[in-house]
């Protein structure tokens, strides 16, 4: 009997779970994977789960291409206000130790839901075609930790090392349309801790301290100016201080300010000068403050960009125009989100291809298109609003990577 994916994915999405912990999500998956006649492993990585579908070709004498499909499934600390009937209301603690409401913000409840229709559909053909493929369930996207934890685990030595690396993700494209490019699809990205020392006091006696929280705003204003007067305007850089914290009353000046930044480029040259300006701001800053020592700059995650292969996203581009219509397919220009998707491919020195998918009504799309209000009246990803179409967001997510597996599989 086929799987209802529409149950499947409302189920996912009322009972999200946060990073390395989406313990449920994996049982679930590992539970259609082993039902389809795979392979399965868990807990791989922490959470993740791996499927192994061998279909070698009769009297080959060799097991044939190797391809690996990827999607991630953790939730993110978002309270949903999307109104849906399926809408999460379930909470997770944090790394902190906080209570916090939990939500499939990015679609990974619905990237695990094409999945498992996808290995369906790949299973029920498997009479016309051979290879062999591996199934990724990936935790820990959102962290940009969940890929480099299944590596490190030695999925490379442990499983059929892939030829080609594939994987997808909703998006807030019209439904029934693919975003595909070829070269960089999404930006790097690291994530820094910045702390500014000063010296605390009395909040009547600034002139016997040196102020964090002063050094912490020039800071933010000046890393401003990395994007705008620094960053060659046709290229991409985005610095992003998404965080601060300082202080805990307002007559007392606190020790340390700590900023969170989100840092944004193309490529390893823009990378290395975005670095090379953050730090020379955030030391400058501090020592224009008086800072008596140094400021610390910690570095707590570092995504490469996302580089899909140019002969095989063309392969793909060409197979799904001819099963969705060439006007379904677009490219969509470079995302300046980021991934971790590419060290699979990265550390296994093979092609990627990686994808976007649309999830919004396509009425509604083209409404707010014509208005000039995509950017207020389509929620994106990470929006406690965002909430894909079920349909036909299920079925062209399935389509999508069953199609392009087919592409590379004998």
Same mark, same amino acid.
């Given at each position: 009997?086929?799987?209802? /994916?529409? !149950?499947?994915?409302?189920?996912?999405?009322?009972?999200?779970?946060?990073? @390395?912990?989406?313990?449920?999500?994996?049982? #679930?998956?590992?539970?259609?994977?082993?039902?389809?006649?795979?392979?399965?492993?868990?807990?791989?990585?922490?959470?993740?789960?791996?499927?192994? =579908?061998?279909?070698?070709?009769?009297?080959?004498?060799?097991?044939?291409?190797?391809?690996?499909?990827? *999607?991630?499934?953790?939730? =993110?600390?978002?309270?949903?206000?999307?109104?849906?009937?399926?809408?999460?209301?379930?909470?997770?603690?944090?790394?902190?130790?906080?209570?916090?409401?939990?939500?499939?913000?990015?679609?990974?409840?619905?990237?695990?839901?094409?999945? #498992?229709?996808?290995?369906?559909?790949?299973?029920?053909?498997?009479?016309?075609?051979?290879?062999?493929?591996?199934?990724?369930?990936? +935790?820990?996207?959102?962290?940009? *930790?969940?890929?480099?934890?299944? /590596?490190?685990?030695? #999925?490379?030595?442990?499983?059929?090392?892939?030829?080609?690396?594939?994987?997808?993700?909703?998006?807030?494209?019209?439904?029934?349309?693919?975003?595909?490019?070829?070269?960089?699809?999404?930006? *790097?990205?690291?994530?820094?801790?910045?702390?500014?020392?000063?010296?605390?006091?009395?909040?009547?006696? +600034?002139?016997?301290?040196?102020?964090?929280?002063?050094?912490?705003?020039?800071?933010?204003?000046?890393?401003?100016?990395?994007?705008?007067?620094?960053?060659? +305007?046709?290229?991409?850089?985005?610095?992003?201080?998404?965080?601060?914290?300082?202080? =805990?009353?307002?007559?007392?000046?606190?020790?340390? !300010?700590?900023?969170?930044?989100?840092?944004?480029?193309?490529?390893?040259?823009?990378?290395?000068?975005?670095?090379?300006?953050?730090?020379?701001?955030?030391?400058?800053?501090?020592?224009?403050?008086?800072?008596?020592?140094?400021?610390?700059?910690?570095?707590?995650?570092?995504?490469? +960009?996302?580089?899909?292969? !140019?002969?095989?996203?063309?392969?793909?581009?060409?197979?799904?125009?001819?099963?969705?219509?060439?006007?379904?397919?677009?490219?969509?220009?470079? @995302?300046?989100?980021?991934?971790?998707?590419?060290? @699979?491919?990265?550390?296994?020195?093979?092609?990627?291809?990686?994808?976007?998918?649309?999830?919004?009504?396509?009425?509604? @799309?083209?409404?707010?298109?014509?208005?000039?209000?995509?950017?207020?009246?389509?929620?994106?990803?990470?929006?406690?609003?965002?909430?894909?179409?079920?349909?036909?967001? #299920?079925?062209?997510?399935?389509?999508?990577?069953?199609? *392009?597996?087919?592409?590379? /599989?004998?």
């Amino acid at each position: 009997m086929a799987i209802d /994916l529409e !149950a499947l994915y409302t189920d996912l999405h009322q009972h999200p779970e946060l990073s @390395f912990q989406e313990t449920r999500t994996a049982g #679930i998956a590992a539970g259609h994977l082993r039902d389809l006649g795979l392979e399965v492993e868990e807990a791989v990585g922490v959470t993740g789960v791996v499927g192994v =579908l061998r279909n070698p070709s009769t009297g080959s004498g060799t097991d044939g291409p190797v391809v690996w499909l990827r *999607a991630d499934m953790d939730a =993110l600390p978002v309270a949903e206000l999307t109104g849906r009937a399926y809408a999460s209301t379930a909470t997770g603690v944090d790394p902190a130790g906080n209570i916090v409401p939990v939500m499939h913000a990015c679609g990974h409840d619905m990237h695990v839901t094409a999945m #498992i229709g996808a290995v369906e559909r790949l299973v029920a053909e498997r009479d016309s075609w051979s290879g062999t493929v591996v199934v990724l369930i990936q +935790p820990a996207e959102e962290y940009g *930790a969940g890929a480099r934890a299944m /590596l490190d685990a030695g #999925i490379l030595d442990r499983y059929p090392k892939p030829d080609i690396v594939l994987g997808q993700h909703v998006t807030p494209l019209p439904a029934g349309t693919i975003g595909v490019r070829p070269g960089t699809q999404m930006a *790097a990205s690291d994530g820094l801790t910045v702390t500014l020392h000063g010296r605390g006091g009395h909040g009547s006696r +600034p002139h016997s301290t040196i102020d964090p929280i002063v050094m912490a705003a020039a800071t933010v204003m000046r890393l401003q100016t990395i994007a705008s007067r620094e960053v060659d +305007p046709r290229g991409v850089g985005v610095v992003t201080v998404g965080s601060i914290h300082a202080g =805990l009353k307002n007559n007392i000046i606190p020790a340390e !300010a700590k900023l969170e930044l989100s840092l944004r480029y193309a490529d390893d040259e823009g990378r290395a000068k975005v670095l090379a300006s953050v730090e020379r701001i955030v030391r400058a800053e501090a020592a224009a403050s008086g800072a008596e020592r140094e400021p610390e700059i910690r570095t707590d995650h570092t995504l490469p +960009p996302t580089i899909n292969d !140019a002969d095989a996203t063309a392969r793909v581009t060409t197979a799904l125009q001819r099963v969705l219509g060439e006007a379904s397919v677009i490219d969509p220009g470079m @995302f300046t989100g980021s991934e971790d998707v590419s060290w @699979f491919a990265r550390d296994a020195g093979v092609p990627l291809v990686f994808w976007f998918w649309g999830g919004v009504d396509p009425e509604k @799309f083209a409404a707010a298109a014509a208005a000039g209000t995509l950017d207020s009246d389509i929620p994106t990803n990470h929006s406690p609003y965002f909430s894909p179409e079920i349909h036909p967001t #299920i079925e062209v997510g399935v389509t999508a990577l069953s199609v *392009a597996a087919r592409e590379f /599989l004998a």
